[in-house]
């Protein structure tokens, strides 16, 4: 949450404990967007109230409220706050080892994240207020998958097909992450991964 007080502000608020409750109000919300996260991978939109979530954080539910007014702010946030965690990890990955950007590529489409994301799609098509926050948020979380999985591969799209290998490969981890919903896909993703990074070594040159 962003710091709207002004140096005067916290002089005459007491500028000593304006600190600590600003951290406070951060860690509260954070807590509140990884417990969203969670219970929507684990229960789905029907059991993840607000309630449910405040209880799993720690919080009061009109502490939830205070940070998220609505459901739908609540776990759109929680979806995007998730996701930019893990493209600011996917930044750090090596980029000689296509393999392993590849694997990362993948888990990214396989892990909680992805299953909290698929809940709230189901939820979005059904609820007219949810889907057009879902579908902006797809869109852009789209967009920063494929630059990132750009960058990590050295790829040059201005060779023809390129950015067409670059999004199968993303489009490959979607339905990898589909399959890891009914059974553990562990050992067939793994053979399909190390295929992959083979194909895109051919195709990036």
Known sequence: MADVTGPQDGARNGGAKAGPKQDRSRATRQRLLEAAVACLAEHGWAGSTVAVVAERAGVSRGAAQHHFPTREDLFTAAVEYVAE???QALRTLPTQDRRS???ALVDLYTGPLFRAALHLWVAASNEEQLRPRVTELEARVGRESHRIAVELLGA?????GVRESVQGLLDMARGLG??????DDRARRERVVAQWARLLDEALG
């Open 156 to 160: 040059d799209e201005s060779r023809p």
């Open 101 to 103: 950007v590849v694997a």
């Open 85 to 87: 965690e893990r493209s």
């Open 178 to 183: 589909l399959a890891t919903l009914l059974t």
